[in-house]
């Protein structure tokens, strides 16, 4: 099933285009990876999808519902997640009431506290966490910062995860711990669309890599066929 | 016997502000008339503090609007107090400083950080000089009488308001609405994101302690007796507030309240003997709280 739908999704920022007539699709079950060189627009492309930014053109759909121009609060009530390039965490709450926050707000059906504090505990577990609840969320490593701030996002009960450079500034051995964790979300059956630079662990986890530069795609398949992909190359290694 | 222990560690605290109450609520009988006036005017400052600090503290979106709520109330409680029984003109000045603050909120909330601070400055300003205007060209009249009020009636109006501010910042403390508050004050790009409705929250909160300045005002212009746009809409009404919960820090529920009715009394004070330097105590305090005490008053009692 297409979960998520692009079209023609374009943003200008002033004169200068970020994002150029993009389209792409998201199917469900997949680890979707996009990569491409610094600037290229691809977290510019995750504020369009979770409507941090709207879009100066296109659109963007879920589960075939419209989703353009909706407010990032609506859209991750219809189960889009994401997390960010500089973690964004609640830095002097705990980390339970991170994972809690997002537990309470982030579903579209009401959910009491107790049921969401259940959640909480659980996704903690899932995340590795459990041991650093009652932690201010700004004293934990940077690699269970990242940790914390997807449980956060799973807390909302999302169909789509997006992750944006989850594994910058981890180590190989975290970057190994990370990747396993995206495996694991996976088979719970939450579909990933993720941004990396790294390149070891997006050529062994993901289905299909999409490929940005200056705002346009320029190419898109399997691993294989992205990594020996002329454009892809040269984009990269600059000949 | 640790039930003993656990229930009285958790009931002490509750029932020491209960007796602090009673004691409170029985000051008009035994207490001199002075004592009443003094205690009534630092009520004033503990509501506009502690309800400043309801929607200002944990957004840490520092509001300069407080004059305008606060003088919303006051001129209500003029243009009102001879048609309405006391209670109705205050329960519309807090509603009349609700919806304007639901208004401004819903406009200006999408402003951050020193652009916030000043807007809001700038709408208590606009108001004050639009009522001057207003007054002036159509009314006729720059100056009103309010209907006197027993001082005793007031000093229990604001007992009350006092406690129902009270009771509303900390059941809003301990609720997900709290948490939520707090999370947008440290990130709000990942709160928004992760479902909260910052719009409305930040719009309800700051209409919500608007109110209490509102209810406020229209009580204390009953003691002035005398009001014009430059007594209730005077910037100092914004700058107390935020000047009181930065010393008494913004962290815990007392702080507010502490830092409010230590310098309101401290005011007191100066006022008759240093009635031309005393604002400047007041604004040497704020430095050097800022410098050397960030977290006001709650962060020396952590400390230690």
């Not at chain 1, 504020?47 to 296109?58: E, F, K, R």
């Not at chain 2, 002035?224 to 746009?229: H, K, L, V």
């Not at chain 2, 240093?274 to 005490?293: E, N, P, R």
Request: charged share 15%; hydrophobic share 50%; with cysteine.
């Amino acid at each position: 099933m297409r979960l998520l739908e692009g079209r023609g999704v374009t943003k200008y920022f002033g004169g200068l285009s970020a994002v150029f007539d993009v389209d792409f699709d998201i199917n469900e079950g997949e680890i979707v990876g996009l990569i491409g060189p610094n600037g290229a627009g691809k977290t510019t492309l995750f504020n369009l999808i979770s409507g941090a930014h709207p879009l100066t053109s296109g659109t963007t759909r879920f589960k075939g519902e419209n989703i353009t121009g909706l407010r990032p609060n609506q859209i991750c009530k219809r189960g889009i997640a994401r997390t960010f390039q500089l973690v964004k965490l609640f830095g002097n709450m705990t980390v339970l009431e991170n994972v809690y926050l997002g537990s309470l707000f982030g579903v579209s059906r009401k959910i009491n506290g107790s049921d969401a504090m259940r959640l909480s505990l659980e996704l903690l577990e899932f995340v590795g966490l459990s041991a650093v609840g009652a932690i201010p969320a700004k004293e934990l490593t940077l690699a269970n910062q990242k940790r914390l701030e997807v449980a956060r996002g799973l807390a909302t009960r999302p169909e789509l995860l997006l992750l944006d450079e989850m594994m910058a500034g981890l180590n190989p051995a975290e970057v190994a711990q990370a990747m396993e964790l995206v495996t694991r979300i996976r088979d719970k059956g939450i579909t990933i669309f993720m941004i990396e630079h790294v390149m070891k662990a997006i050529m062994s986890v993901c289905n299909r890599i999409m490929v940005l530069d200056h705002g346009v795609k320029i190419a898109e398949g399997t691993p294989n066929e992205v990594a020996t992909n002329r454009k892809v190359v040269e984009v990269y290694l600059g000949e | 016997m640790d039930g003993v222990r656990v229930l009285s560690k958790r009931f002490f605290p509750l029932g020491l502000l209960c007796l602090f109450l009673l004691l409170l609520a029985t000051m008009p009988l035994y207490a001199q008339p002075y004592l009443v006036i003094l205690l009534t005017t630092v009520f004033m400052y503990v509501v506009l503090t502690l309800s400043w600090a309801i929607f200002s503290g944990p957004t840490r979106y520092i509001s300069l609007a407080s004059a305008a709520f606060f003088g919303v109330g006051v001129y209500l409680s003029a243009i009102l107090g001879q048609a309405l029984p006391l209670p109705l003109v205050i329960a519309f000045g807090g509603l009349v400083s609700f919806i304007l603050a639901l208004f401004i909120g819903l406009l200006t909330l999408r402003l951050r950080g020193m652009y916030f601070i000043i807007f809001t400055f700038g709408v208590s300003e606009l108001i004050r000089h639009f009522m001057l205007w207003w007054e002036t060209n159509f009314t006729g009249t720059v100056g009103r009488f309010v209907v006197a009020v027993d001082q005793t009636a007031v000093y229990y109006v604001m007992l009350v308001i006092f406690v129902m501010t009270l009771l509303t910042a900390h059941l809003m403390r301990r609720s997900k609405f709290g948490l939520a508050l707090r999370s947008i004050g440290e990130q709000e790009e990942a709160a928004l994101h992760i479902g909260i409705n910052v719009t409305h929250l930040k719009a309800i909160t700051f209409a919500i302690s608007a109110f209490f300045m509102g209810a406020a005002g229209a009580i204390m212009a009953t003691r002035w007796t005398y009001i014009d746009p430059s007594i209730a809409f005077n910037p100092l009404s914004s700058f107390m507030p935020v000047l009181m919960a930065i010393f008494g820090g913004t962290g815990r529920l007392y702080g507010p309240i502490l830092g409010a009715a230590i310098l309101a009394f401290l005011e007191e004070v100066l006022i008759t003997k240093f009635t031309y330097y005393y604002m400047l105590l007041f604004g040497i305090i704020l430095i050097v709280v800022i410098l050397f005490l960030p977290n006001g008053l709650v962060g020396l009692f952590k400390r230690r």
